[in-house]
């Protein structure tokens, strides 16, 4: 499969603790994007990258979330002290180099469910 | 800032009728415009997508969209739809050229059931 791929599917976690979540782009691609889903409603975009370099970041980014791409491939996404709030379902996206950003077209993965009690 | 409205949330049809979903944006500028798909337990799929050009698209599986720059609205049709159609449906908008974001503004969805 040279799909994009996150992990772990699915998080349950207690309400203060840190989580992780990991994406693996496609192959070559440079592009890598956020994206959370709530119940009902389309993604929400959190954070581009291109290569290693975060360009683009949301305002529904609060402080307590982080991402990182060290190395321009794959991307984590860290939220600390989760609330109950944060419960989604948190998409990773990305496209290829070309087209100046213009034309790109995103792939997603299938996402990690993040369950907050 | 960008939106996106997806104006019918919940649609049911019969086999073999005829779908159409409507999406219309905010942003008057150039514009790149998507149609995702999410069937059941799966992650969303790449449906059509326009940049630029004819303004009538088709994409896999049947489905073709059309953009009309008047009317701010980029609409999916099927003409025959099947029970596998079954699934949500998301309209997405990227306006890169005004103002500079790569990020996708998605509409809400429209859950599609088809009756077999």
């Known amino acids: 499969d040279t799909g994009v791929s996150q992990d772990p599917r699915h998080k349950i976690t207690k309400r203060g603790q840190n989580v992780t979540f990991r994406c693996d782009p496609i192959s070559e691609h440079n592009r890598l994007y956020w994206y959370r889903q709530t119940l009902g409603q389309g993604p929400e975009f959190l954070t581009y990258f291109q290569n290693e370099a975060q360009l683009e970041k949301s305002r529904l980014l609060s402080n307590r979330f982080s991402a990182e791409r060290p190395k321009g491939s794959f991307s984590t996404l860290e939220i600390q002290r989760t609330e109950q709030g944060d419960s989604a379902m948190y998409l990773c996206?990305?496209?290829?180099?070309?087209?100046?950003?213009?034309?790109?077209?995103?792939?997603f993965g299938p996402g990690t469910r993040l369950t907050v009690l | 800032a960008q939106s996106v409205s997806q104006h019918n949330h919940h649609v049911i049809l019969s086999e073999a009728a005829s779908l159409e979903l409507g999406c219309n944006y905010s942003y008057g500028g150039t514009v790149n415009l998507f149609w995702y798909v999410q069937y059941p337990g799966q992650h969303l799929q790449l449906l059509l997508k326009y940049f630029s050009g004819d303004p009538l698209v088709k994409g896999i599986k049947g489905f073709e969209a059309e953009f009309i720059k008047s009317k701010f609205s980029f609409n999916l049709r099927k003409p025959s739809v099947q029970w596998s159609d079954t699934a949500e449906y998301f309209c997405?908008?990227?306006?890169?050229?005004?103002?500079?974001?790569?990020?996708?503004?998605f509409g809400s969805g429209t859950r599609l059931q088809v009756q077999p």
């Open positions: 997405a908008v990227k306006s890169p050229m005004d103002t500079g974001r790569r990020a996708l503004t």
């Open positions: 996206a990305s496209s290829p180099a070309g087209g100046g950003g213009i034309t790109d077209t995103q792939y």
